[in-house]
């Protein structure tokens, strides 16, 4: 019997969603929105009103005139604050609670003025009101000068001529459904307490209480200025309530986030709850002490969205940075007046109570780390900075970093600088401006003639005289029509060509290479004929030793590590005391101006057999 009646229920259920014109029942809890409204006050109910609304967490919209009789925002203002600091909307109903249809279009807009000032200064900036006509008149004339969305209401329990709080009660639950605005005043006491009690009733209902513009919102509607709107049913848009905004910190820098569409976020540093007065920001917020940060975004209709509260301890020190180094000290500095630098050189972090450098001098060690301390304010975050074997100091290069060596040496023997003052950027990859820069360098930069062998290096350029020297001694012979692509990251091939007739230039290598040595790689095939000679060459003088033990990656770009790698390398070879293959040829450029970078033009005048010995 039971399990008949159930499966009649569940074909019902089935049915039901399918027959035109009816509302699917009941729905989900929390799907169910209402929104509640009072009229003609504030007056000496609202108070107690408020205090009912609190202990129930319920928000209310609330159509407020100035001067109805003695009731209205003029004399009591201050209920307004607390409806701002509770969370309710505050809405208009005219100053003096006038019929419409018998006013000019300028006296209606006085009359909704006068209350939007009021409104506006408790919300503590201007944002678009909800404007009630008293009686719910509607007409052109109003709609016309009425610049603000219209609402009217779908549930009157007719509170103000039964003067019953059981015949409000029971007025608004016969009538009350999902989209519902119910019309109260809360000028009389009946109407507070039956509204009370019908706010319990429907919360036990499944319903949540929204004011009336977040009804709408999550409604999927947008609410139009000048249109009239009484109630807002499930058509099958269900937005979520607003969320609260995010707050990521970083010391004194603050990200903030929105989390939700259309909302401006507002913040304080000083405890209290952010209004339309308060500081915008569109993302970051920058601090400099110990505040409690709340931030709240709000929407074009004053709603506002749950705060986001966070401590925020931003009053820290500056970090210290290097000012100079030389002669085995280095010299820090930290921003923040009054600090004092303590710093560590034995991979520790520092404290409080680490050593202190004199007027920020300090002797450092491989690994060295630095705080700023100051009087009132929190350590800095930690500064780390190296020194290579040489001394040179650098924020980038670790001692547990496998170029650190090379990184030294290179810099040492002045084969590389620094990208930056303290900063080797081991990552950054070469261009193929830059090798041919740093070659120059080595060959201590003599004096060139000023006309550029390439289209696309101009005479003017930081690079010209480098690669204007390297064409001439025939170092270099650019990429094919006359140009040379000096901003083009450089391959380890072209690295290992150009150093390659660098040390022929010098005497240093011969142009008969044995090539039996890029067998052991798995990708040698990759080589470009034009540099096989080349990298057979680079490989059999130790130049590059490969990227791993079986790869050359002769197309893979060359990081300045790597580079500070071949460099310390290569100037082994170039200043070895004896050729490391005997020339046999004259050490002068070989006559052909071959391309020796380019891809595309191959060394077709055969790459000399291996007999020139390659030790
Ligand atoms: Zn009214």
Not at 17 to 34: M, Q, R, S, Y
Not at 111 to 135: E, K
Not at 430 to 448: C, D, F, H, Q, W
Request: charged letters at 15%; proline letters at 7%.
């Amino acid at each position: 019997m039971k399990k008949k009646i159930l499966a009649l229920l569940l074909s019902l259920a089935l049915v039901l969603p399918f027959i035109g014109g009816l509302t699917v029942p009941a729905e989900a809890a929390g799907n169910k929105l209402i929104a509640i409204t009072f009229d003609d006050g504030p007056g000496n109910y609202t108070g107690s009103l408020l205090d009912g609304l609190a202990s129930r967490g319920v928000p209310a919209t609330f159509f407020m005139c100035g001067a109805n009789g003695s009731y209205g925002v003029k004399n009591y203002n201050s209920l307004l604050t607390r409806m701002v600091a509770e969370g309710h909307q505050l809405a208009n109903h005219s100053w003096g609670h006038p019929t419409f249809s018998k006013i000019s279009g300028s006296e209606m807009q006085s009359q909704i003025n006068q209350v939007g000032s009021y409104l506006t200064r408790a919300m503590g900036g201007s944002y678009n009101y909800l404007v009630r006509i008293p009686g719910g008149e509607n007409n052109a004339t109003i709609r016309a000068n009425v610049a603000h969305p219209i609402i009217t209401w779908s549930v009157d329990p007719v509170d103000w001529k039964y003067h019953n709080a059981d015949t409000v009660y029971n007025n608004i639950m016969k009538n009350a459904a999902d989209g519902s605005i119910i019309l109260l005043h809360d000028i009389y006491q009946t109407s507070v307490q039956g509204g009370l009690r019908a706010i319990d009733t429907l919360k036990s209902q499944g319903y949540e209480f929204v004011t009336v513009s977040e009804l709408f919102r999550r409604r999927g509607i947008a609410l139009q200025n000048g249109t009239v709107y009484s109630s807002a049913p499930n058509r099958g848009t269900n937005l979520p309530a607003y969320s609260a905004p995010s707050i990521s910190v970083n010391g004194g820098n603050v990200s903030v986030s929105a989390n939700n569409n259309g909302v401006t976020l507002h913040y304080t540093t000083d405890g209290t709850t952010p209004t339309l007065a308060s500081p915008t920001t569109n993302g970051t917020i920058s601090l400099n002490s110990k505040v409690t940060l709340k931030v709240a975004g709000f929407d074009p209709f004053g709603t506002r969205t749950p705060v986001a509260t966070q401590q925020v301890d931003a009053n820290v020190a500056e970090a210290p940075s290097i000012v100079s180094a030389g002669n085995g000290t280095v010299t820090l500095r930290s921003s923040t007046v009054g600090s004092v630098i303590r710093y560590t050189t034995d991979g520790s972090n520092p404290t409080g109570s680490s050593a202190i450098a004199q007027n920020g001098v300090m002797t450092p060690g491989k690994t060295n780390k630095a705080i700023a301390t100051a009087a009132g304010k929190n350590p800095s975050p930690v500064t780390t900075f190296y020194s290579t074997e040489y001394g040179d100091i650098f924020y980038d290069v670790p001692p547990t970093a496998w170029y650190y060596t090379f990184v030294g040496s290179a810099v040492n023997k002045k084969l590389m600088v620094g990208t930056q003052d303290f900063l080797f950027s081991p990552a950054m990859e070469m261009t193929r401006a830059m090798l041919v820069t740093i070659l120059y360098s080595m060959e201590g930069k003599p004096a060139t003639g000023n006309v550029s062998p390439f289209s696309d290096v101009k005479n003017t350029a930081w690079y010209a005289s480098p690669i204007i020297w390297a064409a001439d001694k025939n170092i270099v012979g650019g990429i094919g029509d006359g140009k040379f692509a000096p901003n083009t990251l450089i391959t380890r091939q072209q690295v290992a060509a150009i150093m390659f007739k660098y040390a022929i230039y010098k005497g240093k290598a011969s142009d008969r290479v044995d090539q039996s040595s890029l067998s052991r790689y798995s990708d040698q095939k990759q080589i470009s004929d034009y540099a096989r000679p080349a990298m057979a060459w680079a490989v059999n003088v130790g130049l590059m030793s490969g990227v791993t033990s079986t790869t050359l990656q002769p197309q893979g770009t060359c990081p300045r590590a790597q580079c500070a790698t071949m460099m310390v390398n290569f100037d082994r070879v170039i200043n070895a005391p004896e050729p490391t293959a005997p020339p046999t040829q004259s050490p002068s450029p070989s006559p052909e101006a071959e391309p020796d970078e380019s891809a595309e033009p191959a060394n077709t005048d055969a790459p000399a057999p291996s007999e020139a010995p390659a030790e």
